[in-house]
């Protein structure tokens, strides 16, 4: 049963698509208000739910890196039937998923948001249990003030062991897709993230394939930076960017 508010959502607009793909143990919520936005600005949208989130955690454990990998894919083609163009703009793991499918579909843009390559306290990854003895094992989450409404931030309270295997998985993906990623590239990311090291943001501008770069850098905000307090920068920014007018940034 998919919890009440992670529900996946279409926004029908205009010929030119966004698809939006949240991060790893949320779900659709984090990305309405983004959605909304560019809804309004002619935008259609869609952002699909991946695969084992906003249902249970033990439901979580049953999915892997492919599976995520195919609910973007399954995402891309169901815009392509309404639009004649498609972006792809990904939070967190949605946006190493983003980078992942600019190199296996032609995109018209990118948008990657606080994508991580490399993560803060990587050492407690020296923790982490092998995959055989992670099964069953979950770790709570710290509870974080945000500055939505909690409609808006339908996630897991905790996150399952064996699902940060899967993870580590999507990074690699993602790092090993870069070179082949040719569509214009936006890159957002907070200098005060408390999950994913700010360098990250620089390797994907260096390493992506794209000879259209951008990166714009957050002051204030933490992760999850659609639902912050610097999430109309991030809209606005954005939606520049998609329009065809962001300046380069550093």
């Known amino acids: 049963m998919i919890m009440a508010g992670a529900e996946p959502f279409l926004l029908p607009g205009g010929t030119r698509g966004v698809l939006l793909l949240h991060g790893f143990t949320g779900s659709p919520s984090e990305m309405r208000l983004y959605g909304e936005f560019l809804q309004k600005r002619g935008y259609t949208v869609l952002a699909p739910r991946l695969a084992g989130h906003g249902t249970s955690l033990k439901d979580m454990e049953r999915f892997t890196a492919d599976d995520w990998l195919r609910s973007a894919l399954d995402g891309y083609e169901l815009l392509r039937g309404t639009v004649s163009e498609i972006s792809v703009a990904g939070l967190s793991m949605g946006g190493l998923l983003a980078l992942w499918l600019a190199s296996v579909k032609p995109l018209a843009k990118v948008v990657s948001l606080s994508a991580p390559i490399f993560i803060r306290e990587a050492r407690n990854l020296d923790l982490l ?12 989450k710290v509870p974080k003030t945000m500055p939505v409404p909690p409609a808006y931030r339908v996630s897991y309270r905790a996150t399952p062991l064996l699902a940060i295997h899967e993870l580590l998985d999507v990074i690699e993906r993602g790092k090993a897709a870069l070179p082949a990623v040719r569509a214009a590239l936006c890159v957002v ?38 639902i912050d307090s610097e999430r109309e920068i991030v809209f606005r920014k954005t939606a520049e960017f998609l329009d065809g007018g962001l300046a380069t940034e550093e």
């Open 129 to 140: 249990p092998p995959r055989e003895e992670a099964r069953g094992k979950f770790l709570p």
């Open 189 to 226: 990311q907070s200098q005060r993230d408390h999950t994913v090291e700010p360098e990250s943001a620089r390797y994907i501008i260096e390493h992506a394939g794209s000879a259209d770069k951008r990166l714009v850098w957050l002051r204030h905000s933490g992760h999850r930076v659609t």
